[in-house]
Nanobody
């Protein structure tokens, strides 16, 4: 199983960008899918997650600006980012808790990350 993210970009303050992450391989089911980010010189931090059932959760810093959504049929998670700020700059990683034939109890997978740069 692999997670592949798309949508890297360089945008200006207050512009928008949409990230996509798709899981490929033999997937039985996916529980939680989400996004994390890492700014230069800082630890990786939580951005948003969306369980297979339930509501999405957001970091306070992105509430009201970012929206996470999923296409369950395509094993894909999206992150719509509006009103971007320079402090949103970083490498964005997608994460998913995936059940496979080898890991029927589920295992967390990470994508390789995609760069988002917001200029002021």
């Amino acid at each position: 199983v692999q997670l592949q993210a798309f949508g890297r970009g360089l945008v200006q303050t207050r512009q928008c960008l949409k990230l996509t992450c798709a899981a490929s391989g033999t997937v039985i089911s996916i529980n939680v899918m989400g996004w994390y980010r890492q700014a230069p010189g800082k630890p990786r931090e939580f951005v948003a997650t969306m369980p297979s059932e339930g509501i999405a959760t957001y970091a306070d810093s992105v509430k009201g600006r970012f929206t996470i959504s999923r296409d369950y049929a395509k094993n894909t998670v999206y992150l719509q980012m509006n009103s971007l700020k320079p402090e949103d700059t970083g490498v964005y990683y997608c994460n998913a808790d995936i059940k496979t034939p080898s890991y029927r109890g589920g295992r967390h997978y990470w994508g390789k990350g995609t760069q988002v740069t917001v200029s002021s």
